[in-house]
């Protein structure tokens, strides 16, 4: 399968548009998995920390490999802090803590090794090279890392984070508008794991944000279209968390979540909605990849942008049980069309 390209394959930079992607899965430790990559794309493996490891130096940048939990890896903040005093003593101490809180964080992950995920946070990829990325997850898996489908206790993803083609709030918006009448077809054709439905990570819109948003006079400027996504979504828990590409465009914007580590700052849309189907044969990025093309395509058609979001209004501002009665009548002509 070859990556669909974009309707606007450029980046607002005027490069081909590359995308990050970031997958989570069990079975294979990070040491192990940093080999992988490491056979796979050259480079350098560098040792971070001991559940830590980076492939630096490939052909698209540097590979980040580690187990997904904050509790296995030093905290930088601790580590950069420098003693109150300047003294001996005041030195001493200061690295005895340090040496006390690494072998810490070391015990953490050797212990809960096998029960967190892995995760590798691949760097950015040009979009029409996403197959070459593709070796990597039919490696993986011919080495023992196991997705989501592999256990019912595990709810792994996929991210993807597509660079954006412009910065401009009314491209945002068009995008966003997309993605919201799209989600339901997104999460049909992926078939999203009962176990990640269940967790938080990547939880639909409410409907009250998607009825704002898709409303024919919604209109906000940039700081207007923030501060109501904060407010309908206080969380970086959605399926398309647009805090990454808000904290690039807006830095001093003043909300907590801006200023989250977890929260990093870059022009892309973070799209977490995919499972990581390892087992599935010929499932990888550019399966995930042509699905979010849909979203773009959409997003690029006004005339269509416009219909299908008046048609979505109109539907979901019927009484419920109105809508519970035509989606009855849909499923029972579908039950009885032959197969």
């Known amino acids: 399968m070859l990556p669909q390209s974009p309707p606007t394959p450029l980046s607002y930079q005027g490069r081909p548009r590359r995308v990050g992607v970031e997958i989570e899965f069990a079975g294979l430790p990070p040491l192990g998995t940093a080999e ?26 540097t590979f980040v490999i580690e187990l997904d939990t904050q509790y296995a890896h030093p905290d930088a903040k601790l580590l950069q802090e420098v003693p109150r005093k300047e003294s001996e003593w005041e030195r001493q101490r200061r690295q005895m803590r340090v040496e006390l809180h690494n072998r810490t964080r070391q015990l953490i ?29 039919m490696a993986l898996y011919s080495h023992g890392a196991k997705g989501t489908d592999a256990s019912l206790l595990y709810g792994f993803g996929l991210h993807l984070n597509p660079e954006v083609a412009s910065l401009d709030v009314a491209y945002i918006l068009k995008q966003l508008r997309a993605y919201l009448l799209m989600a339901e077809w997104l999460r049909q054709e992926i078939d999203i794991d009962i176990t990640r439905e269940v967790l938080p990570h990547a939880n639909p819109f409410p409907k009250p944000y998607a009825l704002k948003v898709l409303a024919p006079d919604y209109a906000p400027d940039l700081d207007g279209l923030i ?11 959605r399926e398309l968390d647009l805090y990454p590409l808000f904290a690039f465009l807006r830095p001093d914007y003043p909300h907590e979540l801006f200023h989250d580590t977890l929260v990093k700052a870059r022009p892309t849309f973070h799209y977490r909605l995919p499972n990581a189907q390892l087992s599935q ?37 019927l009484p419920r049980l109105t809508r519970w009665v035509g989606k009855l009548r849909d499923w029972i002509r579908e039950a009885r069309t032959p197969s």
């Open 36 to 61: 992988l990559v490491h056979s796979l794309f050259g480079g350098e493996i560098s040792v971070v920390s001991p559940h830590r490891f980076k492939v630096e130096e490939t052909r698209w940048g």
């Open 109 to 137: 992950g050797d212990v809960v090794t096998g029960l967190v995920p892995t995760e590798v946070v691949c760097p950015p990829v040009p979009w029409d090279e996403l197959t070459e990325l593709d070796a990597l997850f």
């Open 227 to 237: 501060a109501d996504y904060i407010a309908f979504n206080p969380t970086r828990n």
């Open 281 to 317: 044969l010929g499932w990888g990025a550019v399966v995930e990849w042509n699905r979010w093309v849909e979203v773009e395509r959409l997003a690029a058609d006004d005339e269509a942008l416009t219909k299908r979001s008046a048609d979505y209004i109109s539907y979901h501002t």
